[in-house]
């Protein structure tokens, strides 16, 4: 989730703060960055208010369907 970094990062955020929120271990949090993992949806729409962006623009493409 390349998309996921580079909003993160654009807001100034760590792995480490990221999965803090989330309440998972950093690993865990990074292995969705590399792409290792798969974020669920629930995820993404738990994580996106936090970084101001729709849950949908976490996924590759960025469009709802």
């Keep these: 989730m390349e998309a996921l970094k580079?909003?993160?990062?654009s807001k100034g955020m760590s792995k480490s703060e990221m999965?803090?929120?989330?309440?998972?271990p950093r690993t865990t949090y990074a292995q969705y960055e590399d792409g290792a993992r798969?974020?669920?949806?629930s995820i993404a729409k738990k994580v996106a208010p936090l970084l101001g962006v729709?849950?949908?623009?976490?996924?590759?493409?960025?469009?709802?369907?």
Aim: cysteine-free; aromatic content about 16%; proline content about 0%.
């Design 6 to 9: 580079a909003i993160r990062t």
């Design 19 to 24: 999965a803090k929120f989330l309440d998972m």
């Design 38 to 41: 798969t974020m669920s949806v």
């Design 54 to 65: 729709k849950w949908y623009e976490l996924y590759e493409g960025g469009e709802e369907s």
